[in-house]
C-alpha cells in the first residue's frame, strides 16, 4: 500500500465540478482585479469565521507583514515570535523593520509558552506574534492578559488554523488574524492567496490601504503601500472549497482520533490537545529519537513524511546577523531534531490510516 503525505487532486476531487465552475465564472466575469467574486469571497470568510472584516492578499507573508504595518509596528521595535514556527512569521517583522524575538514554545502542545512570553518584553517589544501551529489554537486568553498588561498588540498567524476553535470561539471570531490559502494549507487556492480578519475597524481600513499602493481614493496615495491582492480568480475557487471545509476538517479529526487512540494504547508519543482546544489538524505531528531514519523506514513502506521544520528560523542563514548561536533555543532545535509530520488528507482511506498506524507502530 502508498498511503502519500498529502494528495490535493484526491482531496479537492469531490467538488472539482464546482471548482472548474467558478473558474470559468470568474474567466468570464470581466473582473480581474477586485470584483464581484473576491467581495463575495470575503464576506463569506468573514461570516464563516465570525469577524467582522475580511481583507484578502497576495499571500500569508504579505497578511502578517500588512497587519504589522497597519499597527504601526516599525524599525527599532520588538515583536516576539514563537522560535519554532514557518520562517514567515519572522520575517513579516524583519520586512517592517522590526526585530523578532523567539519565545520557546511548551513542549505539549507545540504553541508559544505565555510564561516565556512574558519574561522576553522589554521596553521596545511592540507586539506578540502567536501562532496556532499545526492548526492546536495557541492559549489565547493568556496572552491576550498579557497583552493588556503591557500594552502590547497581538497578531495571530493562524496559517495552519481555518476553522480552529479556542474556548469554543474560531479563531478569527476576536482580534487580528492572518491566513493563508497556500494550496497545502486546510483552506487552499490553485496558487497563492492570504487574508486578514480583524475586529477592529480602524485595523480593516488601515490594512485597505496598505494592500492598494497606500490609496483609498484612485491616485491618491496616504502613505506608502504595497501591491498584495487575492485574485477574484483564486477567490472564487477559495468560496467553493469554503463550502467544503467543514467536511474536510471533520476528516481530518477522524484520521487524528485514530492515530491518536492507536498510539495511545501502545505508549507512542502523539500530539496533546488541551481541553479547550479544537485543532483542525493541518498537520500531525509525532516525535521520535532517531527521526531520519524512522522516516526512511516508513517512506521504504510507502508512506510519505515531511518534517515541519527541519531547521528552526533562528539557525538559518538568513537570522546569521541576529547573531543566534546553536543551544541558545533548545526547545525548537529539539523538536526540529525530532518532528514527524504523518500523513493527514481529507481523502486519506480508513485503509490507509491503519496502514500507517500499523507501520508507525512496527518501525517506530
Ligand atoms: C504557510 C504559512 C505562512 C505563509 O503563508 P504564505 O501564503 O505561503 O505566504 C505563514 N505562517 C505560517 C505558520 C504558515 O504555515
Redesign the pocket.
Known amino acids: 500500500m502508498k498511503v502519500p503525505f498529502l494528495d490535493l487532486t484526491a482531496a479537492s476531487a469531490p467538488i472539482q465540478p464546482a471548482i472548474e465552475a467558478a473558474l470559468l465564472r470568474a474567466a468570464r466575469s470581466g473582473y480581474f482585479i477586485g470584483g464581484p467574486e473576491l467581495e463575495a469571497f470575503e464576506a463569506a470568510y468573514a461570516a464563516y469565521l465570525g469577524a467582522p472584516h475580511a481583507l484578502g492578499v497576495a499571500?500569508?507573508?504579505?497578511a502578517?507583514y500588512l497587519g504589522l504595518r497597519a499597527m504601526g509596528i516599525g524599525p527599532g521595535d520588538e515583536v516576539i515570535v514563537p522560535s519554532n514556527?514557518?520562517i514567515?512569521?519572522w520575517l513579516a517583522a524583519s520586512q517592517c523593520g522590526a526585530v523578532p524575538v523567539p519565545v520557546e514554545p511548551r513542549e505539549d502542545t507545540y504553541n508559544l509558552d505565555p510564561a516565556a512570553v512574558e519574561a522576553a518584553i522589554t521596553p521596545r517589544t511592540r507586539a506578540i506574534l502567536p501562532?496556532h501551529?499545526y492548526g492546536q489554537p495557541a492559549d489565547m486568553d493568556a496572552l491576550n492578559a498579557i497583552a493588556a498588561r503591557h500594552g502590547l498588540h497581538i497578531l495571530q498567524?493562524a496559517?495552519?488554523a481555518h476553522g480552529a476553535s479556542y474556548k469554543g470561539r474560531k479563531v478569527g471570531a476576536e482580534g487580528h488574524c492572518?491566513w493563508?490559502?497556500?494550496p497545502s494549507?486546510n483552506l487552499g487556492a490553485l496558487g497563492?492567496?492570504?487574508a486578514l480578519t480583524t475586529d477592529d475597524e480602524r485595523i480593516a481600513k488601515e490594512v485597505n490601504l496598505l494592500r492598494n499602493y497606500g490609496s483609498a481614493v484612485k491616485y491618491e496615495n496616504d502613505v506608502k503601500g504595497v501591491n498584495s491582492r487575492l485574485d477574484p480568480i483564486q477567490a472564487a475557487v477559495l468560496a467553493v472549497k469554503l463550502e467544503a471545509l467543514d467536511a474536510a476538517t471533520a476528516r481530518r479529526r477522524q484520521i487524528a482520533a485514530m492515530y491518536g487512540a492507536a498510539f495511545a494504547k501502545v505508549g507512542l508519543d502523539h500530539p496533546h490537545v488541551p481541553d479547550w482546544a479544537d485543532p483542525v489538524w493541518h498537520l500531525y505531528v509525532v516525535r521520535h529519537p532517531q527521526r531520519d531514519a524512522f522516516q526512511r523506514r516508513l517512506a521504504e513502506a510507502g508512506i510519505g513524511t515531511v518534517i515541519h521544520y527541519p531547521i528552526p528560523p533562528h539557525l538559518q542563514r538568513a537570522y546569521a546577523d541576529a547573531g543566534h548561536q546553536p543551544g541558545s533555543l533548545p526547545i525548537a532545535e529539539r523538536l526540529a531534531g525530532e518532528v514527524l509530520s504523518l500523513p493527514m488528507c481529507p481523502a486519506q482511506t480508513d485503509a490507509q490510516t491503519e496502514y500507517v498506524i500499523d507501520r508507525v507502530i512496527e518501525l517506530s
Open positions: 499571500n500569508g507573508l504579505d502578517l514556527t514557518y514567515a512569521t501562532v501551529l498567524d496559517a495552519q492572518t493563508s490559502f497556500y494549507k497563492d492567496g492570504g
